[in-house]
C-alpha cells in the first residue's frame, strides 16, 4: 500500500510500512518501482486520471479521500505547515484513523459483480431474519422448512460472494492478512461509499451473521 501525494511537479509518497517520504517524476515511475496494490491519495488531477485508469486495469486499487477538508484540519491539528512532504504523512495518519473516510477511484467488473450479489445477499438476510421469527413464534413445520431454504441462499450467496471478491485486490489483502472467509468484509467493502445503504446494513449483517 502506498500513500501519495501530488506536488507540482513531482509525487510524493510513503509506504504503509515506513514514514520515509519518496520521490518520484511520475505514477508511471511509482508503480514500476514501488509495485502497489492499492493506492491512497487525497486527490487525482485531472491530468492523471487516464493514466491512474491505466494502472487501474492492472489490478491496482486507487482509494480517495472523501473530504478534502479533513486533511487541512489534521494539518492544523498537529501544527504542522502545508507541504507535500507533510500532507502525504498526514493522509497516511488519516487512513489508519478511519479508512471509512476513503473511497474507491475506480469500479472494475469485479467490483459490481460483488455488489450486485451483496445487495441480492442483504434482502436474502432479512427474509431469514424475518422467518426466523416467524417459526419461533408458530412453530410451524412448513415455518421452519422456510427458514431452512433462506439459510441455504444466503450461505450458498455468502460462498458465491467471497469467491467473486477474492478476485479484488483489496479483498484479497484483507483475506490473506486476517486468514478468515467470513465475506462480510467484502460486503463492507462492496457498500463503502453508499453511506446510507452502509447504515442501513450494517446493523442487518451483524445480526444475520448470528442467526444459524
Known amino acids: 500500500m502506498v500513500f501519495l501525494d501530488f506536488g507540482r511537479s513531482k509525487i510524493f509518497a510513503v509506504t504503509d510500512d515506513s514514514d520515509e517520504v519518496l520521490v518520484f517524476n511520475n505514477l508511471a515511475e511509482l508503480a ?3 509495485r502497489p496494490t492499492v493506492i491512497v491519495l487525497d486527490s487525482l488531477p485531472g491530468k492523471l486520471q487516464n493514466t491512474a485508469a491505466e494502472l487501474a486495469k492492472t ?22 505547515k502545508k507541504s507535500d512532504g507533510n500532507d502525504v504523512v498526514m493522509l497516511k495518519t488519516l487512513y489508519r484513523r478511519k479508512q471509512d473516510d476513503f473511497q474507491p477511484l475506480f469500479e472494475m467488473p469485479e467490483e459490481l459483480a460483488v455488489r450486485e450479489l451483496t445487495e441480492m445477499w442483504v434482502q436474502q438476510a432479512f427474509l431469514k431474519m ?9 412453530n410451524h413445520p412448513i415455518a421452519t422448512e422456510i427458514h431452512r431454504i433462506h439459510r441455504r441462499l444466503v450461505e450458498k450467496l455468502s460462498e458465491e460472494i467471497h469467491r467473486e471478491a477474492l478476485k479484488l485486490p483489496l479483498y484479497r489483502i484483507t483475506f490473506e492478512r486476517l486468514g478468515t472467509d467470513k465475506f462480510y468484509l467484502s460486503l463492507l467493502g462492496s457498500i463503502s461509499g453508499r453511506d446510507a445503504c452502509h447504515r442501513c446494513c450494517t446493523g442487518l449483517v451483524l445480526q444475520s451473521l448470528s442467526i444459524p
Open 32 to 34: 514500476e518501482k514501488l
Open 59 to 80: 489490478g491496482i486499487v486507487f482509494l480517495r479521500l472523501k473530504d478534502l477538508k479533513k486533511l487541512s484540519e489534521e494539518r492544523k491539528n498537529n501544527g504542522m
Open 130 to 138: 424475518v422467518s426466523k421469527q416467524v417459526m419461533t413464534a408458530t
